[in-house]
């Protein structure tokens, strides 16, 4: 891969491409990071030595292949900055909801060799789930670049471009709403007695097998939920069940703007 590339802002999202990358076995040598906040510049730096980091966006935005690292709003004032200095055969990926194709073309000055992704974390242990669309002007070749960029992420299935705030919702923030969840249980198994690594196991095969069982079984909803006749956390499960479609809804609906 001899693509130069660079990242416009150096948050948890490009360290997320960086460590898939570094174990994917992509040369982090090509890779150059722009963000205003040295610290962060210096921490990811010190995470990946291999890559080069800088203050300036416009460095980062001359490259190959350039993600857009930020979040919509910022995005809307940096775009204007480094239209000028795009190269006419750079690829553009942005890593943001909200700013569609159009509108992210309009920002850069009608440049158009644009792709979107929705990343998720787990990316960075390669199991990462990071649909993608790609813009109209975009050949073959391109496409060739940005799937070998993309495998090491994970899976990185092609999507239609007005379903990626749903799969914002469903699969880059996915993780947050169970995280908090599994990590309360594996700290109650301890305080029943087991060891972190006996907590640990069982809690990791009980929720593979609850996928498998879930996605794997052919059984329908209710049926599934049949197989457990205890479920102590019943009562509670209407108040979670409204706030997942309360607050899900209000963001979806944002995003969507
Ligand atoms: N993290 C995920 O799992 C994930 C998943 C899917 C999509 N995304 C998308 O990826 C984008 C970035 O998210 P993130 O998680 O990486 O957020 P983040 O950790 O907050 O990183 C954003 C970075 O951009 C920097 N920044 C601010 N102004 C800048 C400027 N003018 N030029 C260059 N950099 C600037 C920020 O610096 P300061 O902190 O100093 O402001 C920060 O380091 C967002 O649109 C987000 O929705 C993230």
């Not at 948050?11 to 090509?30: P, Q, V, Y």
């Not at 947050?176 to 198994?189: M, P």
């Amino acid at each position: 891969m001899h693509a130069k590339i660079g990242f416009i802002g150096g948050g948890r999202i490009t360290a997320i491409f960086l460590s898939a990358w570094k174990g994917g076995g992509i040369d982090l040598k090509e890779v150059i990071v722009s963000d205003p906040d040295a610290e962060v510049l210096a921490s990811l730096k010190a995470r990946f030595p291999e890559i080069h980091i800088v203050s300036e966006n416009r460095l980062s935005a001359a490259q190959d292949v350039v993600f857009l690292s930020l979040h919509p709003p910022v995005a809307k004032t940096v775009l204007p900055q480094i239209a000028q200095v795009l190269t006419p055969k750079a690829l553009v990926v942005s890593l943001a909801p909200v700013l569609t194709f159009e509108k992210l073309s309009e920002l850069l000055g009608g440049f158009s060799r644009l792709a979107r992704m929705i990343p998720n974390a787990p990316s960075l242990v390669h199991r990462g789930f990071n649909p993608f669309a790609f813009g109209s002007g975009l050949a073959k070749e391109d496409r060739a670049l940005l799937d070998r960029l993309f495998c090491p992420l994970g899976e990185h299935p092609q999507v239609a471009e007005a379903k990626l705030e749903a799969y914002a919702i469903l699969a880059a923030m996915g993780p947050t709403y169970f995280w908090f969840q599994w990590q309360t249980l594996r700290e109650l198994a301890r305080e029943f007695g087991l060891e972190k690594q006996e907590a640990d196991r069982a809690l990791n095969s009980m929720l593979h097998g609850a996928v498998g069982l879930m996605f794997e079984s052919g059984m329908d909803y209710a049926a599934m939920l049949d197989t457990v006749p205890v479920k102590p956390l019943a009562e509670s499960q209407e108040g979670i069940e409204r706030v997942f479609r309360e607050k899900l809804s209000a963001l979806h609906a944002r995003l969507k703007g």
